[in-house]
């Protein structure tokens, strides 16, 4: 118990705090225009990921998340663009089948939660393996530009 709490604070509350303050931005480059928003979050997207694969504060590692950020931002965006639109698709076909058998809002929020519980883990094992495979894409390259 003691070691799961020290790992949280460790590197899960930084996590949390870089979490809020990137959603805040996010939240604001949204209300500006959609794509601002949509920028801020693919760029600094990769930044926990690569803090959790080193187990480092994400103050240490925004340098590196920032240059794979830049350098995939639009593969990043259509990730995130194409699950979130399958997941969205999904849900409304599922919510449309299931207001034909019942019209209870319990049920519609279970099938929504059961619905996010299949994708989200599938968009992080994606994304995941996308950002491992980038990382060692940039550092090939910068060993290869010494």
Do not use: H
Not at 31 to 60: C, E, H, R, T
Not at 117 to 141: A, D, G, H
């Amino acid at each position: 118990m003691r070691n799961t709490v020290y790992s949280f604070i460790e590197n899960g509350f930084t996590v949390f705090v870089f979490a809020c303050i990137v959603s805040v931005l996010s939240t604001i480059g949204f209300m500006m225009f959609v794509l601002p928003g949509l920028i801020l979050l693919a760029l600094v997207f990769p930044i926990p990921y690569i803090s959790i694969f080193d187990s480092k504060p994400v103050w240490q590692s925004y340098k590196e998340g920032l240059r794979i950020g830049k350098k995939n931002v639009g593969k990043i965006i259509l990730i995130i663009f194409l699950a979130g639109s399958a997941e969205l698709l999904f849900g409304i076909f599922v919510s449309y089948q299931l207001f034909n058998i019942t019209s209870s809002f319990a049920a519609q929020l279970i099938t929504q939660m059961t619905l996010n519980m299949i994708v989200f883990p599938f968009m992080i094992i994606l994304i995941t393996s996308y950002i491992l495979k980038w990382r060692e894409n940039l550092e090939t390259l910068e060993v290869n530009a010494l």
